[in-house]
Nanobody, 117 residues
Framework: QVQVVESGGGLVQAGGSLRLSCAAS????????VNWLRQAPGRQRETVAN???????NYADSVKGRFTISRDNGKNTVYLQMNGLKPDDTAVYYC???????????WGQGTQVTVSS
């Protein structure tokens, strides 16, 4: 059973930083791609950043230069470092894991990020 757990959300002032963590268990971590998505009230869910099993990264234009995604295979964890946060970054952030062996997606429960102006 693959489990995905996010942590690290919270309330921060504009310009501040947060680091989100996504821990995955029950899978071979080096075989998974990881996506961070977010959904704000009244908006569609959007992909913020992703990292492949080989470490290739991609970012949404709205977060380039501010967010950094990274992975620590030894800790089975992917991180999303968020700097220069803006009120528009307020959303529930979800971690999505694609298991390349099982060819299946797994989701975490989400973590709330609130940026005050």
């Amino acid at each position: 059973q693959v489990q995905v757990v996010e942590s690290g959300g919270g309330l921060v002032q504009a310009g501040g930083s947060l680091r989100l963590s996504c821990a995955a268990s029950g899978t071979i971590f080096s075989f998974i791609d990881v996506n961070w998505l977010r959904q704000a009230p009244g908006r569609q869910r959007e992909t913020v950043a992703n990292i492949t099993n080989h470490g290739t990264t991609n970012y949404a234009d709205s977060v380039k230069g501010r967010f950094t995604i990274s992975r620590d295979n030894g800790k089975n964890t992917v991180y999303l470092q968020m700097n220069g946060l803006k009120p528009d970054d307020t959303a529930v952030y979800y971690c999505n894991v694609f298991d390349r062996q099982r060819l299946h997606n797994y989701w975490g429960q989400g973590t709330q990020v609130t940026v005050s102006s």
